[in-house]
Nanobody, 125 residues
Framework: QVQLVESGGGLVQAGDSLRLSCAASGRTFSVYPMGWFRQAPGKEREFVAAISWGGSNTYYADSVKGRFTISRDNAKNTVFLQMNSLKPEDTAVYYC??????????????????WGQGTQVTVSS
């Protein structure tokens, strides 16, 4: 059973940056694609970014492309989300996600095998 623990959320102003981290344990982390999702109050959970198992391929939602960067350190079983130029509409709980399969990119909730507990990101205007 994999465990995912996010950290790095907080309250920032528009235009600021934050770096989220997700530490994984309990499974062979390095062979699975990973992703980040977010959920704002009253809205469905949505895809933010994903990364292949080796880190060579990355995928982003249009709303964050050019501002967010996903990366991973397989030696440390950790995936990161660098968020720059934050906007109030980025306010949400951010969830780390492990793919349900070694060849599946976690781009929607049904493609996720395990979720973290979430970390709150609040961007004030």
């Amino acid at each position: 059973q994999v465990q995912l623990v996010e950290s790095g959320g907080g309250l920032v102003q528009a235009g600021d940056s934050l770096r989220l981290s997700c530490a994984a344990s309990g499974r062979t982390f390095s062979v699975y694609p990973m992703g980040w999702f977010r959920q704002a109050p009253g809205k469905e959970r949505e895809f933010v970014a994903a990364i292949s198992w080796g880190g060579s391929n990355t995928y982003y939602a249009d709303s964050v492309k050019g501002r967010f960067t996903i990366s991973r350190d397989n030696a440390k079983n950790t995936v990161f989300l660098q968020m720059n130029s934050l906007k109030p509409e980025d306010t949400a709980v951010y969830y780390c996600a492990l793919s349900r399969g070694k060849t599946t990119i976690p781009s929607s909730p049904p493609t996720v095998g395990s979720w973290g507990q979430g970390t709150q990101v609040t961007v004030s205007s």
